[in-house]
């Protein structure tokens, strides 16, 4: 496939602090026990897309990840990893690998992506269309923790989540309105032009960008130079393409004809009815009617585009890592109801513990749980779907419900974690009690102290 | 009435006691559209009375509804009462065993809103009904309908109101359906089916809809349609009537009453639609959709609505090749060439040589030789004489046409127009015998008619047909000799002009065809349109985070309400100065302009102060010293109105910035003045000291280019700042 992929790994994200640290880029962040992008890599690696450039924020992001990349996907890929300025933002990103983009189309993926949606299915309703770009929308993910009655729990989600309000076409094959961000909380307002051409939207607020596109790499790369003010794509460049789809300034044909090395009308001509058989299309798109103007009439050329979506399947698990709550909602999901993404096997209990894991006496470790290589527990304890990370020393009597502990943690007796992310080389003294907060990693909480809903963190020595 | 016994046996026996207390099946039939695209012909006949396809509309309103199981009909007569009271009452509508027609005549009534308050006052809805329009053609089944609507109505008692819609694309070209209305854009739930938003007079020069965010709380996904036609056919619970009498400004049903349910939310009522998709509806309220639903009957999409099958089994018309009807006694001349799709009445002869096309042509007329007719529509007792050409006109009974006239597109000839020889009529006029009204409505009329068709025209025309028509016969014998000449030697008639903008409208609404020259000059003006759009689009926010974009956005809507209301104080205040309005009244009006826009006083204040200087501007002056004299005697005289909105700093510094900003744009004839004209409102306590000297501070900050005016007024300040060391 001609496809080159771009992998957004990003940077030390600043929403995910304290889970992230100088020593932990927000790529490298475990979900259920490894880093968050080997969630992505694999599913390109089982896409058969082996090339891939992965974008880090920052030069000390760069080195720590593509070590790690070097270590594990070292006969499986062909990764480069760049680095890029922080805070240049997604369209920065690509921005600044402009030179390094070759082939045709361009599939840019987010490194905190965790799905199992195939990423060729995108590629192919790029393709399919021939459009300028193709995003992926999946369902709201269902937030928030899942212990206190779901169905409860779903509703609230379903009125909190709204991440973009999308208006697409009947045959849901192509995007005509996006709205995202500070947007999503505003009046809709959908331009008539395109209503008009389409004759009828479907506006949609339970779908979210997914973001994973496909971009037509010298359209993308025309928006990028033309637009230097475009920092995000899926906030800007996206609702950009939308927008104008049907006055579209891009210079389509143009620069795929010399690309191709064929300026020829006809040649322009049989690559649409072509695209057009793969759709299986009997009639042209609306995009195609409205360019050729009103039938009979003097033909006025207008230029359009097509922005189309790949819509996901409900049953489809997809989720970004990029909140706090999102992490702790993937590490539940992946070793829950989408343990099949974790590649691991679960045994009979519906757990995984490690061989080399040593647990004590009259210890549970529920289902939906998760004990890494070289962990040790005391007597007497109890997990309950939790993850937790290598070679964590924990006392007895410890209570550990629907939290993430990381690697190399230690946690004394008679401990209470609920709701928590424990970071790793956390030390959590005697009888700490933890609920719903976040730990950074290397701080010590000490004996007997309380806390609900804190973030605790070291102060970073800047 | 079988379909309804069908209804009932599907819903079940559980609701035997509603059995017991059951209302016959009613409908409303409102027999006077409100409107005045009709006219000149409705000043002499109700548009419901006006043949289609030569059977009265009316009479395919009433045999629909008789065919859909209504039992009881009222019939709403306002204009023309009498004559559509006469028709009913000697037609063979009263008196049918299952199917009764009542009429209510009203002399007042202006509205659909005024006549429903009318109705409910009688007493006589008591269930469910059906509102209709006297110009009404459809065929559809409304059993499905009712059912929808009144399991909906079982679990929801708010859900008032069926709206029946079809699929109907607008052209993308005239943004207008193929039966000449404005196109529609809808939202509604595509799970409950439920109307969540209206917009039928759309406003071009928006570029998006907007759509309330609180309507996607409620429904994840919303169907947006550009894509559905109003059939204006609507089942109503009987609270829609008590609505429209609570609701007393109410006045047109899609306008006021469906805008108000969903906008302003009132108790919670709701709409929703039911969509049909083989059955045929339309309405017809304008010259188009008389063509479109004309050639509809023809080529009977309407069945059993046709000529061949009449309401009543007279069968006089006969189908034959080509869709061509003829009835049984015409005189048809061996030469004349009758195309297709063609009705003639009965009782009609045409000449030799003669050719009709896609026409309809009443009964009794007489044809000459050699007369062209395309796509018209020639109603009763018609005489056209030899040589005669039409094409796509409208021509009424009892007209003459005398020999070589010629009619061009989309020419309307009201009653016993007579057309002298030779004479050819511009395309898209209107005759009549009548003189067009001339502009002297009554406020209230005005604003009606306005809110009622978007149609400019209307507003030039009386609202008093009846009256004009008991002139007639003693205008007649004058008007005939005066209206000799603008119609050819020999003729009567009186051309209508089209009032500004109406010749816009002419071509819209015509029944002819849009000629392909309009329809190049409007793809060439949406394509600039497109442009100048296009640039709005870069203005527009990239989106999203970047939040300044968005405000910038919802910015410019402001700031576009505001240059509004500027232009409208402006107004205001030019017309106290003309004609020596009090300060008071001023106040008045002004406060409501701000009331109606939602802005504060200080706004005022910056757009009175605009306008007087602009007042001071526009009076002819030789030398900048004579400005300052004129502004100087403007603002002495409104100063006590100017005063009024500065009740504090805050306002005066409006002023001042207000001043500066015009200045530097509108009006630049003052930025050389700036620091005399400051010095002058200083003097006349316009403004405090503090207020200059506050601004002056406010403005210490700015950028170098901002400090223009700042550094003009340098010494003033500066003396200002000593004087107040003084005291």
């Not at chain 1, 369209?91 to 030179?99: E, L, M, S, T, Y």
């Not at chain 1, 096997?345 to 549970?364: C, E, L, R």
């Not at chain 2, 002298?420 to 009329?445: H, I, M, N, R, W």
Request: proline share 3%; charged share 25%; net charge negative.
């Amino acid at each position: 496939m001609d496809f080159q992929v771009v992998v957004l790994a990003g940077g030390f994200s600043k929403t995910l602090v304290p889970l992230v640290s100088k020593e932990v880029p927000k790529a490298l962040l475990p979900v259920a026990n490894r880093p968050v992008l080997s969630y992505v890599l694999e599913l390109l690696e089982q896409n058969d897309l082996k090339n891939a450039i992965v974008v880090v924020e920052g030069e000390s992001a760069a080195l720590l990840i593509s070590s790690w990349i070097s270590s594990t996907f070292v006969d499986r890929l062909n990764v480069e990893v760049t680095a890029v300025p922080e805070d240049v933002g997604t369209a920065g990103a690509v921005r600044a690998i402009d030179h390094r983009l070759t082939a045709k189309d361009i599939l840019v993926v987010s490194g905190d992506l965790v799905s199992e949606i195939p990423p060729g299915a995108v590629a192919a309703a790029h393709r399919r269309h021939d459009a300028v770009v193709t995003a992926m929308l999946c369902c709201v993910p269902v937030s928030g923790p899942s212990d206190s009655g779901s169905s409860g729990a779903k509703d609230k989600a379903k009125k909190a989540g709204r991440y973009n309000i999308v208006g697409l076409d009947p045959t849901k094959q192509f995007l005509l309105h996006i709205a995202a961000g500070a947007e999503v909380e505003k009046d809709i307002r959908v331009q008539k032009s395109i209503l008009r051409a389409v004759g009828q939207m479907e506006i949609r607020a339970d779908l979210m960008d997914a973001h994973m596109y496909a971009f037509k790499r010298s359209v993308l790369q025309d928006i990028l130079n033309q637009k230097e003010t475009f920092q995000s794509l899926r906030r800007e460049v996206l609702p950009y393409l939308v927008r104008t789809q049907l006055r579209s300034e891009l210079l389509l044909n143009g620069a795929q004809s010399e690309e191709n090395g064929n300026g020829k009308d006809a040649l322009q001509n049989s690559k649409i009815l072509l695209s057009q058989l793969l759709a299986n299309a009997s009639t042209p798109s609306f995009h195609e009617i409205y360019a050729l103007g009103p039938a009979g009439s003097a033909p006025i050329l207008r230029k359009t585009h097509k922005c189309c979506v790949y819509i996901a399947n409900k049953s489809k698990y997809c989720a970004r890592l990029n909140s706090i709550q999102a992490f702790s909602d993937i590490n539940r999901d992946v070793i829950g109801d989408a343990n099949h993404l974790s590649g691991y096997t679960f045994s009979a209990q519906n757990n995984i513990i490690h061989p080399s894991a040593v647990v004590g006496s009259k210890t549970t470790v529920g289902p939906q749980c998760m004990l890494g290589e070289g962990s040790q527990m005391g007597d007497k304890c109890s997990v309950k779907k939790s993850v937790i990370g290598r070679h964590c020393r924990i006392g007895s009597n410890v209570k550990i419900a629907n939290s993430v502990v990381m690697n190399h943690v230690t946690i004394g007796d008679g401990c209470s974690i609920q709701g928590s992310i424990i970071c790793s080389n956390v030390q959590l003294q005697e009888r700490a009690v933890l609920k719903d907060c976040q730990v950074g990693a290397g701080f010590v909480v000490t004996a007997g102290s309380e806390h609900k809903g804190e973030s605790l963190a070291k102060k970073e020595k800047q | 009435m079988v379909a309804k016994k069908g209804n009932r046996g599907g819903v079940g026996g559980e609701d035997a006691e509603e059995e017991l207390t059951r209302v016959p099946l009613q409908a409303i039939l409102l027999a006077d559209s409100f409107a005045t695209l009709f006219r000149p012909i409705t000043l002499e006949r109700p548009k419901v009375l006006l043949p289609l396809v030569n059977a009265p509309m009316i009479d395919y309103t009433l045999a629909w509804l008789e065919s859909a199981g209504v039992e009881e009909v009222f019939v709403f007569c306002c204009a023309h009462s009498k004559q559509v009271i006469d028709y009913l009452e000697n037609s063979k509508w009263f008196g049918q065993p299952s199917f009764s027609v009542t009429t209510i005549e009203s002399y007042n009534a202006t509205s659909a809103g005024d006549a429903l308050r009318l109705i409910y006052e009688r007493h006589v809805i008591r269930g469910d009904f059906i509102l209709v329009t006297g110009d009404t053609v459809s065929n559809m089944s409304l059993t499905q309908a009712l059912k929808e609507h009144k399991e909906r109505r079982r679990k929801d008692s708010n859900a008032v109101m069926t709206m029946v819609i079809k699929q109907s694309k607008p052209s993308p070209i005239t943004h207008q359906s193929r039966l000449g209305t404005e196109e529609l854009f809808m939202a509604i739930d595509p799970n409950t089916k439920q109307l969540l938003y209206y917009e039928d007079k759309a406003d071009t020069l928006k570029g998006t809809v907007s759509l309330d965010k609180a309507l996607l709380i409620d429904n994840s996904s919303i169907s947006l349609h550009n894509d559905k036609q109003d059939c204006y056919i609507d089942i109503c619970c009987p609270e829609v009537l008590s609505l429209f009498t609570d609701n007393f400004d109410y006045q047109h049903l899609r306008r006021h009453f469906v805008k108000g349910l969903l906008v302003d939310d009132i108790m919670g009522y709701k709409i929703f639609t039911h969509e049909i998709h083989s059955s045929y509806a339309a309405r017809i309220d304008n010259y188009r959709s008389y063509d479109a639903v004309s050639k509809d009957i023809i080529q009977r999409w309407t069945y059993p609505l046709v000529p061949d099958v009449q309401f009543f089994g007279n069968c006089v018309t006969k189908l034959e090749r080509q869709g061509t009807y003829r009835a049984s006694d015409i005189g048809l001349s061996r030469s004349a060439k009758i195309g297709p799709f063609t009705v003639i009445g009965s009782g009609t002869t045409i000449g030799n040589y003669t050719e009709v096309a896609n026409s309809v042509i009443g009964e009794g007329c007489i044809i000459g030789s050699n007369v062209s007719i395309d796509g018209c529509y020639i109603w009763d007792k018609v005489t056209i004489e030899d040589g005669c050409k039409l094409k796509h006109a409208i021509v009424c009974d009892g007209v003459v046409m005398k020999s070589g006239a010629i009619l061009e597109a989309g020419v309307v000839l009201s009653f016993k127009v007579i057309i002298g020889q030779q004479f050819a009529v511009p395309a898209y006029s209107k005759v009549s015998l009548f003189q067009q009204p001339v502009t002297q409505d009554s406020d209230e009329e005005l604003e009606y008619a306005d809110n009622s068709s978007g149609n400019i025209e209307i507003a030039s025309i009386p609202n008093t047909p009846e009256k004009l028509e008991e002139d007639l016969t003693t205008e007649l014998s004058d008007s005939q000799i005066q209206a000799a000449s603008e119609v050819g030697n020999g003729g009567a008639g009186f051309i209508w002009s089209v009032s500004e903008g109406g010749h816009e409208e002419g071509w819209r609404h015509s029944v002819a065809p849009i000629p392909a020259d309009r329809l190049v000059e409007i793809i060439k003006n949406a394509t600039d349109e497109l442009e100048i759009s296009n640039e709005d689009g870069n203005i527009l926010p990239p989106s999203g985070e970047l939040e300044p974009g968005s405000v910038n956005d919802s910015d410019e809507d402001v700031r576009d309400d505001f240059a509004h209301f500027e232009k409208e104080v402006e107004a205001t205040f030019l017309r106290a100065v003309h004609e020596n309005i009090k300060e008071d009244h001023v106040v008045l009006e002004v406060n409501s302009l701000r009331l109606s826009y939602n802005l504060t006083s200080s706004d005022c204040a910056g757009a009175l102060f605009y306008a007087m200087m602009k007042l001071a501007l526009d009076t002819p002056h030789g030398s900048p010293g004579e400005l300052v004299k004129t502004v100087a005697s403007v603002i002495a005289k409104w100063k006590k109105l100017l005063k009024y909105y500065l009740p504090s700093l805050d306002e005066e510094i409006e002023v001042i910035l207000k001043f500066e900003e015009m200045c530097l744009e509108s009006t630049k004839e003052y930025s050389s003045l700036f620091v005399q004209v400051l010095h002058l409102l200083y003097d006349k306590d316009i403004l405090q000291e503090d207020a200059i000297l506050n601004w002056a501070a406010e403005k210490e900050e700015a950028d170098e280019s901002d400090k223009l005016f700042l550094k003009q007024a340098e010494k003033f300040i500066q003396w200002l700042n000593e004087a107040s060391e003084e005291e």
